[in-house]
Nanobody
Framework: QVQLVESGGGSVQSGGSLRLSCAAS??????????MGWFRQAPGKERAGGAS???????TYADSVKGRFIISQDNAKNTLYLQMNSLKPEETAMYYC??????????????????WGEGTQVTVSS
């Protein structure tokens, strides 16, 4: 059974940084389309993709986070990370770790991700 557990959320001031972690268990890469990613959902808004990493290590970022967020993974620890820098108040949201199978053009589309964590709250104050 796949389990994804996020941690590292919290409160930070505008311009600050946070590092999210996602511990994965029961999930193994067995397809060229396997991928993992980070999504976020603000109150009253749709859940949207922020960053993802494919099985070949290539990364994809939403335009809104490019240059500020970095997604990485430690395969030995089965852990996915999201380093978030220069955070903005409008990025206050619940952040979710996800795993699935996606083509290159679908790496930020939630419909391709089958497994989800419970989320970790990130609050950015102005």
């Amino acid at each position: 059974q796949v389990q994804l557990v996020e941690s590292g959320g919290g409160s930070v001031q505008s311009g600050g940084s946070l590092r999210l972690s996602c511990a994965a268990s029961g999930y193994t890469y067995s397809s060229r389309r396997h991928c993992m990613g980070w999504f976020r959902q603000a109150p009253g808004k749709e859940r949207a993709g922020g960053a993802s990493v494919a099985i070949d290590g290539s990364t994809t970022y939403a335009d809104s986070v490019k240059g500020r967020f970095i997604i990485s993974q430690d395969n030995a620890k089965n852990t996915l990370y999201l380093q978030m820098n220069s955070l903005k108040p409008e990025e206050t949201a619940m952040y979710y770790c996800a795993a699935g199978w996606a083509p290159k053009w679908g790496l930020l589309l939630r419909s391709y991700f089958s497994y989800w964590g419970e989320g970790t709250q990130v609050t950015v104050s102005s």
